[in-house]
């Protein structure tokens, strides 16, 4: 029988393909509200001094010493970059690929930051193309790594914010204008902390042990993962973020903006947070931003200068390791497990 006799069945692969176009539709819609609301803000803070939002704008950037804020992104890009290849190349070696050099990590997390300017789930590709290759680990097993890193990652925010809150919780009531911010934090909080034994002990087995969700290939670093790994790596990531947190505070004074270091610890992580919604442009962390620090509704954009810079920065550290990551992924000569050409 020929394809074209069998009849459409519903839920086949237009259903996919539909329900893409409506996800497209609403994140698109919910971008474009939350620049509104942003523009709405900074528009009646421009009207105050008599101007248009435009002109209030540009008067905010001229005003910046972008000098010295190059001279602080530059440096704090690259410290990123290669803290973060540290905790990326520490978890694939504890549960991928025990013989992987940290220089052969290198030039493949900095070529995936040039494939997240495309779409982040791509650019996980290139570390699993890469484990695929040169280490014979299964595409999901080396997504699993990615997945708890990306646990930990959320974990990471999570736990810094707290600790924001209970040392300047007088900020985050006095920012709590607009929404309730010290009551969403402390629920979410506390939510956080109540999953995270029951993860444990479910991937023990010691939980709900006949719900064979475990064992799927995906989830396997988290099976194979002591609670000393999910800290360790805490640890390896916490000087971005604490970094995050210094470079953010010293560049919004150099915008002429005055938020307190107390201010960024609590708030900065919710915000990267907001971040990570799948929203174009980052559009959910623009609002949060302009809900956070009220009286600044131009801290919006200055945001978005932030985040481009860094995801174009980081692309072009992708940029300058590209050759090698191109040997490194598809180099049929380069010899298994050492990541350098023979």
């Known amino acids: 029988m020929s394809d074209a006799s069998v009849p459409h069945q519903p839920g086949g692969p237009q259903t996919p ?22 523009y709405i803000k900074v ?30 992104m530059i440096p704090y890009s690259v410290f990123f970059f ?4 540290h905790a990326t190349w520490r978890v694939i070696r504890w549960y991928n690929a025990p013989e992987l050099r940290f220089t052969s990590v290198l030039p493949i997390r900095a070529s995936a930051y040039i494939l997240s ?24 097993q080396a997504l699993s790594s990615m997945i708890m890193l990306a646990m930990v990652e959320i974990y990471q925010l999570l736990l810094w914010s707290a600790i924001g809150v209970l040392l300047y919780f007088e900020l985050v009531v006095a920012a709590s204008t607009t ?11 506390i939510a956080a902390a109540a999953y995270f034994p029951l993860h444990i002990l479910y991937f023990r087995g010691h939980l709900m042990s006949h719900w064979r969700f475990r064992e ?35 560049a919004l004074s150099l915008f002429n903006v005055d938020v307190s270091f107390g201010a960024m610890l609590a708030f900065l992580p919710v915000i990267f947070l907001a971040a990570a919604l799948p929203l174009p442009f980052h559009a959910g962390a623009l609002v949060l931003w302009t809900v956070l620090f009220p009286e600044y509704p131009e801290i919006g954009a200055f945001s978005l200068v932030m985040h481009t810079f860094f995801v174009l920065f980081n692309a072009f550290i992708g940029v300058l390791f590209l050759p090698r990551a191109n040997r490194e992924l598809f180099d049929e000569d380069t010899p298994m497990g050492t990541g350098e050409p023979s």
């Open 43 to 72: 528009d009646a803070a421009a009207a105050v001094e008599q101007l248009t939002a435009f002109d209030y704008l540009v008067r905010f950037f001229a005003n910046a010493n972008w000098t010295l804020w190059l001279a602080l």
């Open 216 to 250: 799927m290939d995906v989830l396997s670093a988290f099976r194979s993962a002591p609670v000393i790994d999910y800290v360790l790596i805490l640890l390896f990531k916490a000087p971005n973020l604490l970094g995050a947190v210094v470079v953010y505070t010293l």
């Open 117 to 140: 300017l495309v779409n982040e789930q791509v650019s996980k590709g290139a570390m699993t193309l890469y484990l695929l290759r040169h280490h014979k680990v299964p595409g999901w």
């Open 17 to 38: 393909r539909r329900f893409s176009w409506v996800f497209k539709v609403l994140t698109w819609t919910a971008t474009a509200a939350c620049f509104y609301l942003v």
């Open 179 to 189: 929404l309730p911010i010290d009551q969403i934090l402390i629920g979410v909080f």
């Open 82 to 85: 290669l803290v973060d290849a």
